[in-house]
């Protein structure tokens, strides 16, 4: 890894469009457990929003995601992708449970259905 307050110049020389990613957290042990959320949605009219994804194991312990800082846009049949991530990992998975928000309190509230929905851990890939 790099210092913090260094990795803007070893990233800006690249001419390509770059992305970081820092998996660390605010609380011990500091890491984040990564998951590649994939959904294809059904909703004939376009939502845009945010999902926070919590997955609880066969004992009942659970974790929620952190809400991304950025909306999604969800189109009828088109897959939408969204990196979550989760203070604890859960190795084997019972139930997963998506809340999704558009963040405003006026206004109607909105659904959004699910056609499709997949969950990769990128910590684990083989799960």
Not at 77 to 97: C, N, P, Q
Request: proline share 4%.
């Amino acid at each position: 890894g790099y210092q913090a307050d260094r990795w803007k110049k070893l990233l800006i020389p690249y001419s390509l469009p770059t992305k970081a990613y820092f998996d660390t957290s605010d609380q011990d042990p500091f890491c984040m457990y990564n998951y590649l959320l994939d959904i294809t949605t059904w909703n004939k009219r376009i939502r845009r929003g945010f999902i926070k994804v919590k997955i609880i194991d066969y004992a009942g312990n659970a974790v929620e995601s952190q809400m991304n800082s950025e909306a999604s846009t969800f189109q009828q049949y088109r897959r939408v992708k969204i990196l979550t991530g989760f203070y604890r990992d859960i190795e084997k998975i019972a139930k997963i449970s998506l809340t999704f928000s558009t963040k405003t309190l006026i206004g109607p509230k909105h659904k959004l259905r699910i056609l499709q929905m997949r969950l990769k851990s990128l910590n684990n890939p083989k799960r």
